[in-house]
Every structure is written in C-alpha cells, then in structure tokens.
C-alpha cells in the first residue's frame, strides 16, 4: 500500500478528500488510525473491474476498455452465476432452437464466480489464524441485493465450514467491541454468544448515504482499528477512487508502481506489458489538471487547461466524481454549462474520460418480469463485462496472494441521447464466446 | 419377469385381477399386448424399499421390518435430497445449538439420490440405443409434487443431456403415436417437433382415478405395447402388489426365486441370506388362504382359515387391501366388524399384515409452515425408512443393471389409536447415523 501516493491523491491535504467531505471523513479515520499504529497489516480485496467493448470507427480493430476498477462492495458475482447457469440450461433444454450456430455448449464458459470469492474471503480467514472465529458481512439495511450476498455466505459455510454474521453499522454500534490490548474484534449480544471476528467484507459503507450521522463514520472506524482483516481496508477502499483510476493514466505512474527495479527485485513488467495495459484505458485528465503550473494563490479562480480541454472535447466526453453508485455523471452537451457552475475548488474531485464507444447495432429483446405484454422491450444494447478477482496482500513478510475468479456481464439499452451506458433498464446477462 | 406366477397372483383368472376391477384391467392389457409379442424384453425400476423399526419387547433386538415395495412412481427422491441438505445446512450453521453430541458432521450420511435416479433413467436410455430420443414423464394433471419431478428432470438433462417431455395420460391420448411396424413411440404436438421416446417414466398411473374412462387404459396400453422401455412396465408395477409381496412369505416361494440352482447356473442365494432377507418381514397372510383346501365350489361362502386367523390376532395386524396411496387399510378392533361385511369373494385382493411396533417414547416436535403459534406440535413420532435403488433387467442376453442409490426419511406422529402409521401429520426427514 503506497500511502504517500494515496494521500496525494485522495487525502484530505493534498487530495480528493480536501472538497470530497466523504473521503475526507474516511481519510482522516484512516489517518488517525495509522497514527497509532496499524493492528493489521493485511488487505483483502474482491475486486470486480469492468470493461466496454470500444469501435469508435470501422478503421480501428475493436477494443475492451476498462471502464472502472472496484474495490469495495463488488457485487453480482454469485447472480452472474445463476444467470450463466440459467443460460446453460436454457441451451441445453431448448438449443435455444437452432437460432444461432454460436449458441452451442462449447461457447459457454464456465462461471464459478461465488467459489471464488468465498475462497478469497476463506485464504483471509485462514491467514488471520483463528479457525473459530466468524467473517462479519457488514450490510445495508434493507438491502434488496441480499440474494447475491447470500450465496456467497452459503458457500463459505459450505466449503470452508466458517461462519458469517450479517450486521449494519446501526447494529454493530452496539454489539462490536474492540479489545484494547489485542485489538481483536468481537460481536456480542442477547441472542449471541460473542464471536471473535477474522475478515469484515464490507457491502455497505462505500456511499455516503450508509453515514448519516458520525456514528456510523465511529463504527466505521472502530472496525478499520481493529486486528480482523478488512475487505476492503479504508485505504483500499479509497484506492478505488475514480482520481486514482486517472491519475495511474499520467505519465510515469505505471512505472513507478509496476516497473520500479528497486521495489520490485527484478521482477517488474516490461515496457510491452505497460504498453497493452495502457492501451485498455481511454484518455482522461483531472479538471484541477493545469499546464500553467502557477503557485499564484488566485489560480483557482481561472480556468485550468483541465477545464478547457473538457469543454473543447465535451461531444466525446464524460465527467465523473468521486461517488460511487452511478447517476452522478455528466456528459457531452451537458459538460459546458456544468462546468460554468462547478466552485473552481471542487474541480479536484472531478475527472475527465473519454467516452467509451460501444459497438453499433447489437439489438436484443429486454424482458422485464411482471411487466405484461409490455415487458419485452426490443432494444439497442450495450453489454459491460466484469471480471472478478481477489488479492490478499499487505505485509511485506508475507506473499501475496491472489487469483482471477470469474465474470459478470450486464446488458443495458443504449440511450442516444447519453451515447454511453446510460441509467435504467439493465439486466444480468452471460458471456456466448465466439471464435472471430 | 415370471409371467406365470405373476399370472396367477395378479391376473383376472386365477389372481388378484378377478376381484379387483383395476388390477383386472392392468393385467388384461398386458395379456393381450404379450400374445400380440412384446416389443422390449427390458423392464426398468426406479424402486423404493420402506422400512419401520419394530420394538416390540425389551426382550428382543429391535430390528428393521419392510412395509412395502415400491415398483412405481416411487417419490420424494429428490425432496430427500434437499431435506437432507437443509439439515446439513442447519448442523453447519447453527451446530444445534450443542444440544446433542450425536448431531455432528460425520454422522450426517449423504444423499445422492436424485443423480442416482437420473442415473437409472440414463442407463435405460442408453440400452434403448437412440441418442436423440426422449425420456416421457407421465403425470398427473394439476400435481402438487411437481418439484420432486423437476429436480430429477432437470438432473437428467444436465448430468446427461438426456430430454424430458412431462405430459398427462390425457394430452397423450392426442400426442402419442405408435409406429405399426418398429413400434417406435413418438409425441408430436403443435408446439413440439415430433420426438421419440426412449423411455417411460410413469408418475401417474398408479391408482384408479387416474383412469376416469377408458381412454386412459388405452393410452397406458398404447404406451406398455411400445418399443420404448417402461419404467415400470404393467408387470413389473402388478409386481408390487401387496398380495404379491404377502405371497413371497409363503414356504418356497423365496427359493424359487432366488436359490434355483438350475434357475441361476450356480449363483443363487444361501440359507443364510434367505433367512436374513425373511427376518425383515412381519408375518403375513391372505384372507383367502385355507387350511382345509376343499375344492368344493360351497367353500367361499364359509369362513377361511386365513379369516379366522385375522378375527382372532385382530389387536395386532392391519388388513391391507389392493390400494396404493395409503388410507384404505383396516387396524386392529376394525377388523371384525370389516370381516362381517367383507363379501367372501374380495377376500381375495386382501392380506393379513402383523403390526411393526416402532419403538415407544421418541419424541419430537413437528412444524407446520403458515400455522402460525399453533404450527408447532410436540408428538410422539414414527420414522420410516425408505431406500432406493434402480434395476434394468428382462433382457436374458442382457445383463441386469442394478444399484442402491440412496434414501428417504418420513416422520410421522404416532396415533395411538391406531399403533402403527396414520395418516395425518407428515413431515420429510433425514437420517442421523449412531454408533451403539
């Protein structure tokens, strides 16, 4: 974990967390915390990074381009199975009646997703050392996701005979107790006994809205400080940030993480490995971004050449914030009179993409349950694909350990107006492999 | 399949078939489709053994007793399954809460026994020969235990690819049709293709309401006469009458069956195994036996000796008549007012059963879903045991293919009215394995 890095991107001196007031209440828990002394020193990621299909013209070869990296609450994995398995079977029952040479079982890849990610959260377990103790699912109240998080519970037990409890914020306020020696984590109450806490997965707490008073950013923190391994730590979670994602894009970055002779002992990636890395990003740039480099106190209020470019460009362009959850975009036409009304200061927690051109004409019916005979809806579609990995890394005694695991594919109509991935009908789809 | 002797348990001229209509009809269209010429020597059975404990003194062993032998549609496979998994489930969640020692992994069993059907069907269909080819559910209209069907169809078409076409005796009076030279079975219908079957798998059929008029036996006959392989054939379910298995407790008739030397070139059963297979039973009758064996045709209006018998063991036996699906039977003091009344020539499809004993005191409480404070029920119960297992036989050029697959648990609370199991509160089980 590079802190340095982190506190310049997304701390609240340097970074993100000086005008985002949501990573800069987790950085300076964070902060604090590592002040005193880290109680643990491992990470468990169980990471979903997505991807779109990228033809902006006939005359370049078609592209999968990453649209984001997830490190908090990456979710659909073990639906994305069942939607696999349900395809399967459909094929296999129906052949889906002969209307594609493409839909034969050989084109099916296998989604084992849900093992997975049950056996990233299990490698954690085990490294924390105390077979008894429980993983604790942190979640949502009311959360209407459950399935997919039960599935993956389910498994755990059932593979690895270790046992989740399921709580919110609210509900660990009362029952989490941290000792003060051992820092070990333990939850408690009238219908439990007290159970001794290995991994904490977090399926809540990556939005603001799962904060709604400093007593959950205190909860929040009493299990940041404690021994169990964190899924995500607050400084992975804030790796996930959408500055991070842009700043990696600047020149010298890549290397500095991923070619250092120095860091690495030799093995480090080659110049072609950086390169084909690369090139599954689209273009991007901070809006604070200023060729100008002026230390003047009264830059802010001019226009950066971030700013700038973003408005010659706004047609292929989408602005993003640091939120997670979708909806808070900005693109094309409406980046112009965004920007004429964005504070100056805020422009740091703003970044600007290209936007990701999908291809044209894949049409499909989307079929929306309980809708009548106005449930199917023939559409042009986008399909993002994830793919799920976990890594378990952190301690500098230790290997990292870590493993691809599986995929997602969501299938969204295409909006016009948006060109991107816009909001709405968006359904839980499945990879059909096709030699090209 | 031995024809004669089933001829002359079951058949309408000497048999079973003479007094009750429904057998009579069974037997009389497998009479006529045998002397046209059977199209398929193969017979497949997917069975199910039920056994109760029988405890009737500290003085003796407490000893597993057989109640019945199911040669058709025999049920809740695949619900077994699933009940055995939800009380794994619970052992691994919730340990019991410790409150016995017993309930530990190891003595949970596993149950495979829905891939041990599907199992059974596939091997039939590999001996029909035609890859292509269908397996035909036949069911009954509006069934409630459809899941228990569609865990093993789907099991049939994942673990072997293997087709399933569910469709009432009613629909395939107007899809099936018989090729007159192959007798190749075909369904064809608007909305399917027209495929053939390789395979009958009968989960109606079984009881006289499925046969309203005579449509219905003409179907079943068209079905019986096909090349297809029946699971059961009309032999092989009369060969799971209760006077069938009441016969088989008769002086040599196990021998016959199974310690023929000529019969088995040498690979028949021992004393031993016969006694041991023998000591399963309870003692048995038929009201229609006689000591005095007149042939005087006066005989019938007087009273057997298999009548008087049951008058005076009446505290301890259940009459059991020519019925499957459970209700028709008589206990204990209704017994002689029933024998007052039974016309002498029923006495026939009758037999005379001694009452298992299932041990005293063994409690539990029993859960009703939907019955809100009152849906538990603490009850003195009854297990029975069920194990199933698959045969594919009939062919003598054909080695018999056989295997035991797995089990079903049925706890039941114990009417003490009745002493032996009542109709009523039912619950599916599992087996808990225990040293002693």
Redesign the interface.
Known sequence: MDVPFLDRVMGQEEGVGKVDEFVGQLWRGWKQIRDEGTAQPLHLGLFRSDYLLHAPSKDVPTSLRQVEFNTISSSFGPLSERTATLHN?LR??TGYYDSSPYLKAENFPENRTTAGLAEGLAVAHAAYGVPDARILFVVQAGERNVFDQRWLE?QV??SH?I?VIRQTLDELAKSATLDIKSNVLRISSTTFKSYEIAVIYFRAGYTPSDFPTSAQYETRFLLERSRAIKCPSIPLQLAGGKKVQEVLTKPGVLEHFLADEGRWEGQTFSKDDLAELRASWMGMWGLDDDDAETSDSGAEAKETSGVRKAREQASSLVLKPQREGGGNNVYKSSIPPFLDHLPPRERQAWIAMELIVPPEGLGNYLIRAGSGSEGGVKADVVSELGIFGWALFGDPSVEVKEKEIGWLVRTKGKDSDEGGVAAGFSVLDSILLVDD
């Open positions: 079977y296999a029952s389910y037990l059932e005979g046992h």
